[in-house]
Structures are given as structure tokens and as C-alpha cells.
């Protein structure tokens, strides 16, 4: 995720509480969907779908993290 942002990810990480805690939300996410598709248990699409928006909001609102430091850091 962000790979070609990873420096930016990784200060974020260190100085917003708020991107941190989007961050490892997201990642619980995508753990439980990985799982989800590659178990044998039988989950609930309706469920399982619901999991994928909100992992693809979390990464939206990371996403605007992003460039709003890209443009606060490109001014300074």
C-alpha cells in the first residue's frame, strides 16, 4: 500500500496519531478479507463486502493524508 510514497508514510506513522490509527485499522482489514477469501469458513458476502468498503475508505482517507503533506511539505 503507497509504495511509492513509503517516506511519507513512514513520517506520518511518527507524527499523526490520526494516520496511524487509520493505518492499522486498515490493516486489521485486510488481514480479515485475506482470510475471509482464502479460508475454507463460509462468510457472508453481504459481510465480507461490507469489510472491503470500509478497508477502501480507510486507504481514501489516507490517501488525502498523503497528499495533503505532500502539499504542505512542497510549499515549505
Do not use: C, P, W
Not at 496519531?17 to 482489514?29: A, M, N, P, Q, V
Not at 478479507?33 to 465480507?48: G, I, M, R, W
Not at 486507504?59 to 503533506?69: F, L, N, P, S, V
Amino acid at each position: 500500500m503507497f509504495d511509492y510514497d513509503q517516506d511519507i508514510v513512514k513520517s506520518l506513522l511518527h507524527e499523526s496519531i490520526e494516520f496511524k490509527r487509520l493505518y492499522d485499522k486498515h490493516s486489521r482489514l485486510k488481514q480479515q478479507v485475506y482470510e475471509a477469501q482464502t479460508s475454507n469458513v463460509d462468510f457472508d458476502d453481504f459481510a465480507l463486502e461490507k469489510l472491503k468498503k470500509e478497508k477502501l475508505y480507510l486507504k481514501d482517507r489516507m490517501a488525502g493524508m498523503i497528499e495533503d503533506y505532500k502539499r504542505s511539505h512542497a510549499a515549505a
